[in-house]
């Protein structure tokens, strides 16, 4: 048990004429070790509920737990959750402001009331963890390219030791190699640190290709939540949704309704390829 969201409503702008319901009424559980993509239109309350987790913003109604303690009782600390719960914004790289790339990644954990030696430790560790070269660390993170410039957000988040990380939209904007390169440090730290990992996106093919679990929003709701080969066996729903499915999935779908006896619950190129191979034994 990690992350557990009961009947979450939020409004922006409550009590004016602008008021709008972001959120309606959200139950979601995340458990420890899991690798969730939260998948959605634009507008369809991603960041608003993602904010939510590490109480930067409190519902109009409804509860979120921690580990099983109410986020917003009296007394429970949410700097403490903040540390617990990383979350990288979209477009973080308009919050570095240090001079150099070893400064912002420290500004985190020196917040933490740690020692100095504590402090470069951690840092010197996310910077190696996101793959940023030694060189890199006393450039100026203005002089970076964009998915660098992602990569030391994503450290600085790193460095405060979280249990959970929550991204979104990390690879909005990115080049091809610029998200690959994220979305394999995610994985990493997925697999080889059992980190949990929730990642916001609106991209299907990204998010089938890392998470175990998917959650389908749509206008302020989920409308689904599954593995990733349980959720694009409703692709004509995800699309009236505008969502679309990795196109692969259209692929052996257009082979099976052919005749062609291809496996279901394929999604991811690789895997099409060795399916048809076997099939037409080539
Ligand atoms: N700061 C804000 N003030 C007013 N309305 C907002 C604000 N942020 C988001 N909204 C509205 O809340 C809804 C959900 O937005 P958002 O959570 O940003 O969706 P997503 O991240 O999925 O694109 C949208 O209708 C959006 O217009
Ligand atoms: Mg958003």
Known sequence: ??????????????????????????????????????????????????????????PAAGSIYYNGEDIFDKGYSLKELRRKVGLVFQYPEY????????????FGPSNLGLSN??????????????????????????????????KVAIAGILAMKPEVIILDEPT????????EDILSILKSLHREMGMTIILVSHSMDEVADVADRLVVMNAGKIV????????FKYYDELENIGLSVPQTVYLMNKLKKNGIDVRNGIFNPDDAIREISRVFHI
């Open 95 to 106: 919050q570095l402001f240090e001079s150099t790339v070893i400064n912002d990644v420290k």
């Open 224 to 231: 689904a939540t599954g593995a990733p080969a349980e959720i």
């Open 172 to 179: 909005a904007g990115l080049d091809p190699k610029g998200r």
């Open 117 to 150: 030696l504590e402090v470069d430790l951690a840092s010197f560790d996310a910077i190696k963890k996101v793959g940023i070269p030694d060189n890199m660390i006393d450039a100026s993170p203005f002089e970076l390219s964009g998915g660098e410039k992602r």
């Open 1 to 58: 048990m990690s992350i557990i969201v009961d009947h979450l409503y939020y409004r922006y702008d409550a009590g004016t004429a602008f008021e709008k319901e972001a959120l309606t009424d959200i139950n979601m559980v995340i458990n420890d070790g899991e690798f969730v993509g939260i998948i959605g239109h634009t507008g369809s309350g991603k960041s608003t509920l993602i904010q939510h987790l590490n109480g930067l913003l409190k």
